[in-house]
């Protein structure tokens, strides 16, 4: 059974970054597409980005929600069972607990990580 733990959430300021973390146990990891969702308080979960699995780096395709798109980049090393979220010049909407998980799976969900974007 796949289990997900999410880190590298935290307070920054408006235009800040952040690189979040997942790891994930087991050693099937690297068949799945894999996805960041957030949610904000008050908010459904939504998927933010997903990333194919292939053995080759430029193989993979990378998808993004419109409102992430320039902003936020996917990847992910399956040497290490992680997928990671580059998040660049952050705004206070972006604040919200992250998530990874496979999309169309019944993977558990971790705790998340609290990502608060505040000046």
């Known amino acids: 059974q796949v289990q997900l733990v999410e880190s590298g959430g935290g307070l920054v300021q408006p235009g800040g970054s952040l690189m979040l973390s997942c790891a994930a146990s087991?050693?099937?990891?690297?068949?799945?597409?894999m996805g960041w969702y957030r949610q904000a308080p008050g908010n459904q979960r939504e998927l933010v980005a997903t990333?194919?699995?292939?053995?080759?780096?430029?193989?993979?395709?990378?998808n993004y929600a419109d409102s992430v798109k320039s902003r936020f980049t996917i990847s992910r090393d399956d040497a290490k069972n992680t997928v990671y979220l580059q998040m660049n010049s952050l705004k206070p909407e972006d604040t919200a607990v992250y998530y990874c998980?496979?999309?169309?799976?019944?993977?558990?969900w971790g705790q998340g990580t609290l990502v608060t974007v505040s000046s």
């Open positions: 998980n496979a999309p169309g799976t019944a993977i558990s």
């Open positions: 087991g050693n099937i990891f690297r068949i799945y597409t």
């Open positions: 990333i194919t699995s292939a053995r080759s780096t430029s193989a993979r395709s990378t």
